[in-house]
């Protein structure tokens, strides 16, 4: 049996045993929910397209305060670059060795250590509990938390407060909370041309040469100026591709892939018909597809954000930082359905890396951090 010591070290390596590579679960959900059970949790799946998914929730009554994260990690690239099996959990000089010891399996420990030991002290808490958790959120995130936000929101079930375990700290344990997260918005352009030879230009339409101008001012263009929690909006080309492989061909295409990382201030709407205006008034013929992959999201400074911070200072003595930095996580579907979503884990300078690790004396503080949340929002 585990000691109270060692609780989310001991959980944490239970999970990082589990070979679940996104989207598969290897059974970690099932090791949450099984604990989560014996303190009163109702646990429904609600698995599609071959992803798993938990609710968990303890309580009827609001406010509701949910932990989110995910059980699927990425894939551990060559295994003999590791200084130690990835699925094997392995201690050595202070620190936890294994694919998800970062990214984000010791904040799932964290998350039920702390649960655990705020349901034995207050057994009636205030409002409820609830954990989301999923398979789906390393992959293409299409069947993971989005369905499970999907039918909460179906049936009337609404959060007020969201933790999401992602690994938020930059050097030290509770230097940074992630208190929303930028739009991305990205588009593949094809530009249009005319093909023929390089020998008579005359005769043919090289889109190269007509998109160039348009992508000077597309990259020079000021989307707009930020606000308190978010950098200006940046648009960033990623690929252009173009040609038949020959020096003497001008091509029939231009094939440009690019993407928006946008603050709350624009919309994708905004963005998109911004685009289309510098497209059209430079001339060009062009077919131009978008995708959405996430709508940027922001909590202000208000209970959960106080909480937090709170607790970080009590159990770590750090001042925390709000960011928007980074990319995208499932806060950005939570925050359809919450009111106040914020993350916060463990220090992220290993994640995806060969060598993954956290430090063997930030799991009680990281549990210890989300228990302190807990008592400020649920004890009334």
């Not at 609830?130 to 299409?142: F, K, M, W």
């Not at 020096?247 to 029939?252: G, K, L």
């Not at 916060?344 to 799991?363: M, Q, R, T």
Request: charged share 20%; glycine share 8%.
């Amino acid at each position: 049996m585990s000691s109270p010591d060692n609780a989310t070290l001991d959980l944490a390596c239970e999970l990082i045993a589990r070979h679940s590579v996104t989207p598969a679960d290897a059974g970690c959900l099932d090791l949450i929910a099984a604990r989560l059970q014996t303190l009163g949790f109702r646990c429904e799946r609600i698995d599609t397209g071959g992803v798993c998914n938990v609710w968990a929730r303890r309580g009827g009554d609001q406010p509701v305060l949910c932990f989110a994260g995910h059980t699927d990690v990425v894939p551990t690239g060559p295994l003999e670059a590791w200084s130690s099996p990835p699925f094997e959990p392995t201690l050595r000089d202070g620190l936890l060795y294994g694919r998800g010891a970062a990214d984000m399996k010791s904040s799932l420990a964290a998350f039920v250590v702390a649960i655990e030991r705020f349901v034995r002290d207050v057994p009636d808490h205030a409002g409820s509990i609830a954990l989301l958790l999923t398979s789906d959120e390393e992959g293409i995130a299409t069947h993971g938390t989005v369905k499970v936000v999907e039918a909460l929101a179906a049936r009337g079930e609404r959060l007020d407060y969201c933790v999401v375990g992602e690994p938020t700290s930059v050097t030290t344990l509770g230097d940074t909370i992630k208190n929303g997260r930028r739009g991305s918005l990205s588009a593949t352009l094809r530009v249009k041309g005319l093909q023929g030879h390089v020998a008579y230009p005359q005769l043919a339409r090289n889109p190269i040469h007509q998109f160039a101008p348009a992508l000077t001012e597309l990259a020079a263009t000021k989307w707009d100026e930020g606000n308190e929690f978010f950098p200006p909006t940046t648009w960033q080309v990623s690929n252009i591709h173009a040609g038949t492989g020959a020096n003497n061909v001008i091509p029939s295409q231009c094939e440009v892939m690019f993407n928006f990382r946008f603050a709350s201030v624009s919309s994708a709407e905004s963005l998109k018909a911004r685009t289309h205006e510098i497209l059209d008034r430079h001339g060009l013929e062009y077919e131009i597809d978008w995708h959405l992959s996430g709508k940027p999201f922001i909590t202000g400074r208000g209970k959960l954000v106080e909480a937090l911070s709170d607790a970080i200072r009590e159990v770590l003595d750090v001042e925390t930082e709000l960011s928007t930095t980074g990319g995208t996580s499932d806060g950005r579907f939570i925050a359809d359905i919450c009111r106040e979503v914020v993350e916060f884990g463990p220090v992220n300078a290993s994640i995806h890396k060969v060598d993954e690790h956290i430090a063997v004396d930030a799991l009680e503080p990281l549990a210890a951090v989300y228990e302190r949340t807990l008592r400020a929002l649920l004890v009334a």
